[in-house]
């Protein structure tokens, strides 16, 4: 059976970006990040839906946000819980399984900030899938070619 999405109350005062994040737990909204500008309330939801999802959480997220002079709930997005933990390197392991451990952990970081940077904050399990393959895949100068574009495709909107 579906999880029905908890409906988010409208942000009290004049119209501006809001995001509101839902605790299961006491059923509640909180206001998470507000700004006159879209785009440091969208960097928030990424950090906080990253830090959720980092610590085992689930939430939700509501962006409101002004159209025609007054508020418009804009398509908010779930923080499921977090994917199972990779795999770590047996204790004793050669220092080079480790480092290239560590290279791998920096694509992927590299690569989540370019996404970030082109709007897409909010990614969901398989998009996480997705730019790990990457990590994984691509090397140093490649990834940081591809956060190139995606900053500046960002930085188009």
């Known amino acids: 059976m579906e999880k029905q999405r908890p409906r988010s109350p409208r942000p009290p005062g004049d119209p501006r970006w ?7 737990a006491r059923d509640t909204w909180t206001v998470a990040a507000e ?12 950090d906080m839906t990253r830090t959720v ?3 085992g959480g689930e939430g939700t997220v509501a962006l409101w946000g002004p159209e025609g002079g007054d508020w418009h709930l804009f398509d908010g997005g779930s923080a ?3 994917e199972p933990a990779a ?8 220092e080079p399984a480790r480092l290239t451990e560590r290279m791998t952990d920096r694509r992927h970081q ?20 997705a730019v790990r393959a ?9 990834v940081r070619r ?3 574009w995606l900053s500046a495709a960002g930085s188009r909107r």
Request: charged fraction near 25%.
């Open 146 to 148: 591809v956060a190139h």
């Open 87 to 94: 795999e770590r390197a047996a204790p004793g392991a050669a």
């Open 110 to 129: 590299v690569l989540l900030a370019g996404l970030g940077k082109a709007g897409l904050y909010d990614l969901g399990p398989e998009d996480g899938e």
């Open 35 to 46: 700004s006159p500008h879209r785009d440091p309330v969208l960097y928030a939801v990424g």
């Open 134 to 142: 990457l990590a994984d895949r691509l090397d140093e100068p490649t």
């Open 80 to 82: 499921p819980s977090a």
């Open 18 to 24: 809001v995001a509101m994040f839902h605790d299961p």
């Open 53 to 55: 999802r980092a610590r």
